[in-house]
């Protein structure tokens, strides 16, 4: 079964730790738009952890701004955020576009120049398509196991795996 492709991320990596830089580079990426539970951290953890730091080292060296746009609550991310000092969007309400374009509106930027990383389909990817702008998956670090999570995640697989058969296929 083929799903539509408005949900299919433009890259897929396993962890922000895999995220090739020249890609971003070379698409003139200068813009980033994080999520931060379960991309960045695991949703438990409430302060960056040195995986999370060395890839935001990574961005600022490579010359991209970035910002946490999140669906979470101002408390969740500004504890997250007290170290770091980036721009943050709480309360989202991804995949709309508010907290998005805020965002960019913020830092000048536009659809060519930004991307979003994330690690929901219905929320991150989505709204990035909806955006215009380059999306980036990444497996949830630590999955979470309310009733919701579980039913969302059910259907996220079947897109994640539709994504990666396209992927093969268009490889041969």
Request: glycine fraction near 6%.
């Amino acid at each position: 079964m083929r799903i539509s492709k408005r949900f299919f991320p433009d890259y897929k990596f396993s962890s922000i730790s895999y995220i090739d830089i020249n890609i971003l580079k070379n698409r003139g990426i200068k813009f980033a738009i994080l999520d931060i539970d379960n991309t960045l951290v695991p949703y438990t953890s409430p302060k960056p952890d040195d995986n999370a730091l060395n890839f935001l080292n990574k961005l600022k060296e490579n010359g991209i701004k970035y910002c946490f746009v999140s669906n979470n609550h101002g408390g969740r991310i500004n504890l997250f955020n007290e170290e770091i000092g980036a721009p943050v969007y709480p309360n989202a309400a991804k995949p709309l576009l508010l907290g998005i374009r805020k965002a960019m509106k913020a830092f000048g930027a536009n659809k060519k120049n930004t991307v979003i990383i994330g690690d929901q389909v219905f929320t991150d990817v989505w709204g990035g398509k909806r955006a215009g702008i380059l999306t980036i998956l990444v497996d949830p670090i630590k999955e979470c196991n309310t009733a919701f999570f579980r039913f969302k995640r059910h259907f996220e697989r079947i897109i994640v795996n539709d994504f990666e058969l396209n992927q093969r296929e268009n490889k041969k």
